[in-house]
């Protein structure tokens, strides 16, 4: 049994909300048809969630994705009728809180990050390659290419170029830091699909950066001019 956040504004009827969890589950699944054959029940309305058949492995993936609140063995399996609400998110469930080492980052430290990167080199022209090439990116900082796949939950790969993904404050700084990252700044649209990847504030304050750099306790920072720029974590 797998608790959800509300799903993402505009996402209503209980078509949109059910392909929405497919998605979710095509996530670990790597399969559309997959995820849609493996969940047997869902709730759309006033609790979010669904029921899936699929292995512990894939169970501990999934509990990391984000809007994800919890996953657990559900209770009663041969029921119609499930209870999704959050008061039983106490009882014996499979959550972030609960994997311990599975955890790539303790609870309650990842935070949501939006990234914006040169153009890739030739040769990279795909969605395919650019989501490698991306996940080739964050493996840099966090030494894993898996966990760095498992990270990255948003991507633009056309006409502007970066990627959206969960870190804690330290491997942020550390990405803002590695060649062809343009700036590393939190995702304030979290819930939205739509990300500001072109970055129309980031070429006018790359225009005054001589005159709002300072140096403080021996780093660099960036005066608040309200948006985060390459060091500016």
Partial sequence: MVLMEAPPHGVNSKPQVIDYYVKTLERVLGSEKDAQMCIYDASWDTHFGFCCDIDEETSHELARLPGVFSVKPDPDYSSVKKDYSSSIIQSSYLSSSQIGSTLLF?????????????KPGVGVVTKAQMVDYYAQILTKVLGNEKDAQMCIYHISWQSNFGFCCELDDECARELAGVPGVLSVQPDKNFLSENKDYGGRLYSLVADMMDAVLCSRDESFHWLDLGIGLGKAL
């Fill in 106 to 118: 303790p609870v309650g430290i990842a935070k949501h990050w939006l990234v914006r990167l040169d």
